[in-house]
């Protein structure tokens, strides 16, 4: 624990307590952990039974095997990511708890730290058995890309974490007027990263707009590595530059947002 | 020496404005250390917004406030470790038990020896048969019991209390108001009170803010209010400062 100035000081005893806070909830209902595993499951069937069906008619597609389940398992872990990271924010909205965790001496930056480790947890315990069902299924082993699964999971959850940062700042200047966009934003993304289509495929002036994003340097990297068997360093690296600025941009949103929350006395608010 | 080195709690010349309207229209008052001071007034008087703007949740328009030395919002993490605060408007998370919810908080606030915190309060409010049953299923007073018991987990030395006891029996808020000065002595705590309940104010209060639209109508000790508005109880006071009266009388005078 380091103390520089008391507005940055960081406990991990703090955001310890949160995470404590946000695993008792989840184990406390069932219900929430199947929600974790149904969904990512029902999409990596349906998937990977479509690969099956056109890898027999196409002869691309057969010799791309995988790339639809790796597309999916990739989509989940950004789209997971964001809303593991939101479901829990909304957890203190919904409990009506925020004054009291606004009110207590935990920081933003350990509260966003809290939320960013129960995106994993939450992650983990969705995705870890839909990844061991698609080997048992198709033979696709998305552990077996090793450093690159790596590479690929850490550039998509800390998209994943902006955009879930940014939400909650939304939430908490807007109030549960801005839940719906906790489970939606993230499709916006779904077009113009390319997550089941090379980028070459939109029209040029789109382009510019999906380079702009870091998941869509992880989706052509996938793609090169399954169809050509080459990793990209160099995409991953690119995709790590625009996702530190865009983690930047997202904290800096957060902190302004919350100042006007404070102005705006939306902090004691936790209806509509 | 700086008048607020001297008191628990400054608020100088506050203003809280939303969209042009004043919530909140330039208070002035000083809580001394260990006092009990009641803040009265009707719905949209200014209270919870005064006591959101002590605790820094809320940021002031115009005027300052400051807590134990520290000024709000802008220093709170100095200070808010030292402070504490009880709302039936604020819950806590259902789902959970009540001593993970209060060992969680415990944990925020840095409480030293968790357990026996939770065990002493337990002892003191009388939770123990429900330590382990979820927030949810708890009735109004037990819940109400457990946000104390929050509220007092880091032993504050200033505990702000937004009507602590509505929608309690008249036999639960007595127990509940027994605790709290109980608290106060033992722990030489400033608590602020606001409240719509006259009784409790009468009984716990050594000191009586009335707050009509945002400003203070009057400030003075329970008994010399009575005295000053020739009523037999503080809920007459209240009724006379809300309807204007005290203000025509003079006028006429």
């Known amino acids: ?272 | 020496m700086d008048a607020s080195n001297t008191s628990a709690v400054t608020v100088d010349r506050l203003v809280k404005l939303y969209k042009g309207v004043a919530a909140v229209d330039g208070i002035s008052f000083r809580l001394a250390p260990g006092s009990i001071t009641g803040l009265l007034g009707g719905n949209g008087a200014g209270k919870t917004t005064t006591i959101a703007m002590i605790m820094g949740l809320v940021t002031p328009t115009a005027g300052s406030v400051t807590v134990l030395s520290v000024k709000m919002p802008k220093e709170r993490y100095r200070v808010l470790h030292r402070m504490n605060f009880e709302s039936p408007y604020v819950d806590m998370p259902t789902r959970l038990t009540v001593r993970q919810n209060l060992s969680v908080f415990a944990q925020l606030y840095a409480v030293a020896d968790i357990e026996a915190r939770i065990a002493e309060l337990a002892a003191d409010l009388d939770l123990a048969e429900f330590l382990d049953r979820p927030n949810g299923k708890l009735s109004a007073g037990q819940k109400t019991r457990v946000s104390l018991a929050k509220a007092m987990l880091n032993k504050p030395e200033v505990l702000l209390l937004d009507e602590p006891t509505a929608s309690l029996d008249p036999d639960t808020a007595d127990w509940v108001r027994s605790r709290l000065e109980r608290y106060r002595r033992a722990n030489r705590a400033t608590v602020l009170l606001a409240s719509h309940n006259m009784n409790e104010v009468e009984r716990l209060c050594e000191r009586v803010i009335i707050m009509k639209r945002g400003r203070i109508e009057d400030d003075d000790t329970p008994e010399r209010l009575l005295a000053h508005y020739g009523r037999e109880t503080l809920e007459e006071v209240f009724l006379d400062v809300a309807r204007g009266r005290d203000r025509q009388r003079e006028a006429a005078q």
């Open chain 1, 1 to 272: 624990m380091t103390s520089i100035d008391s507005g940055f000081e960081f406990s991990l005893n703090r955001v310890a307590a949160m995470v404590r806070r946000y695993w008792y909830l989840l184990r406390s209902s069932w219900p929430r952990i199947l929600d974790l595993i149904y969904w990512p499951t029902v999409q990596m069937l349906m998937w990977g039974f479509l690969q099956m069906y056109v890898a027999q008619n196409a002869g691309f597609f057969a010799r791309a095997g995988g790339v639809f389940i790796g597309s999916v398992l990739l989509w989940d872990i950004l789209f997971r990511g964001q809303l593991g990271f939101s479901i829990s924010f909304l957890e203190e909205m919904w409990s009506r708890n925020l004054a009291n965790i606004m009110m207590s001496p935990l920081r933003p930056v350990e509260f966003i730290s809290a939320l960013m480790i129960m995106s994993v947890v939450r992650l983990a315990i969705g995705m870890v058995p839909v990844t061991l069902l698609a080997v048992a299924f198709f033979g696709f082993n998305l552990w077996s890309l090793g450093f690159a699964l790596a590479a690929f999971f850490a550039n998509l959850m800390m998209t994943g974490w902006s955009v879930g940062i940014f939400v909650s700042g939304l939430l908490l200047r807007n109030g549960m007027g801005a839940e719906s966009l906790a489970w939606t934003i993230m499709f916006l993304f779904l077009p113009l990263t390319c997550v089941y289509y090379p980028v070459t495929v939109l029209p040029g002036w789109l382009q510019y707009v999906a380079w702009s994003l870091p998941p869509t340097y992880v989706f052509e990297g996938m793609r090169a590595l399954l169809i050509e068997h080459v990793f990209r360093a160099d995409l991953m690296i690119q995709a790590l530059a625009f996702n530190v600025v865009l983690f930047a941009a997202a904290s800096f949103a957060f902190l302004k947002l919350l100042q006007s929350a404070r102005v705006h006395g939306t902090l004691l608010q936790a209806g509509e």
